[in-house]
Nanobody, 127 residues
Framework: QVQLVESGGGLVQAGDSLRLSCVAS????????MGWFRQAPGKEREFVAA????????ENTDLVQGRFTISRDNAKNTVGLQMNSLKPEDTAVYYC????????????????????WGQGTQVTVSS
């Protein structure tokens, strides 16, 4: 079993930055692909970014627009999402997810790929 706990969300103003963290317990993250998704009220959960087991990052370029960066620290068993230049439309619950078995990088943008999910952290961006 893998437990994922997100943190770092909050209420910020447009243009501010936030760094989200996802800590895993139960097993090491180093051999997992990890992803960040978000879900706004009334909308489907959408892909934000992912990082493969070998550290290759994949982004939803239309959504991220060069503002978000995903990273992993295997020694600390964490995955981070640095979010800069936040906009009100970034307001959502952000979820961390883990894929515990091998998959092609091409599948990492699909929420059905992932085996474990965190409970989410709320990010609210005011205008």
């Amino acid at each position: 079993q893998v437990q994922l706990v997100e943190s770092g969300g909050g209420l910020v103003q447009a243009g501010d930055s936030l760094r989200l963290s996802c800590v895993a317990s139960g097993r090491t993250l180093s051999s997992y692909a990890m992803g960040w998704f978000r879900q706004a009220p009334g909308k489907e959960r959408e892909f934000v970014a992912a990082i493969s087991r070998n550290g290759r990052s994949i982004e939803n370029t239309d959504l991220v627009q060069g503002r978000f960066t995903i990273s992993r620290d295997n020694a600390k068993n964490t995955v981070g999402l640095q979010m800069n230049s936040l906009k009100p439309e970034d307001t959502a619950v952000y979820y961390c997810a883990a894929k515990t078995t091998f998959t092609s990088d091409g599948y990492l943008s699909s929420r059905t790929t992932y085996d474990y999910w965190g409970q989410g952290t709320q990010v609210t961006v005011s205008s």
